[in-house]
């Protein structure tokens, strides 16, 4: 069973600097659009960012400029970097992945959470 594994998140401060990773465990067949979205207490969970197979990127608007997304296809592994952390970006972060192996479907990482203290 494919299972997406998170890391880098924790506590920082504001102007401070983040990288997450992401990558799926278990046996996959193609991996297509990656990307990073995030909750905050009492808001709907958003997108962050997405990078497709072929590199094309996408940003929310609140991050652009900030953050960078970027994958490692050898590595089946997706990253975000994030710098100029601002309090509003204190959320759960959660990896997304599109993946076929049988049927294209997405999977969810259990989430990380990202403070950011003033």
């Known amino acids: 069973q494919v299972q997406l594994v998170e890391s880098g998140g924790g506590l920082v401060q504001t102007g401070g600097s983040l990288r997450l990773s992401c990558a799926p465990s278990?046996?996959?067949?193609?991996?297509?659009?990656m990307g990073w979205y995030r909750q905050a207490p009492g808001k709907q969970r958003e997108l962050v960012a997405s990078?497709?197979?072929?590199?094309?990127?996408r940003y929310a608007e609140s991050v652009k400029g900030r953050f960078t997304i970027s994958r490692d296809n050898a590595k089946n592994a997706v990253y975000l970097q994030m710098n100029s952390l601002k309090p509003e970006d204190t959320a759960v972060y959660y990896c997304?992945?599109?993946?076929?192996?049988?049927?294209?479907?997405?999977?969810w990482g259990q989430g990380t959470q990202v403070t950011v203290s003033s």
């Open positions: 997304n992945a599109n993946i076929f192996i049988t049927a294209p479907r997405d999977y």
């Open positions: 278990g046996s996959i067949f193609i991996l297509n659009t």
């Open positions: 990078i497709t197979r072929g590199g094309s990127t």
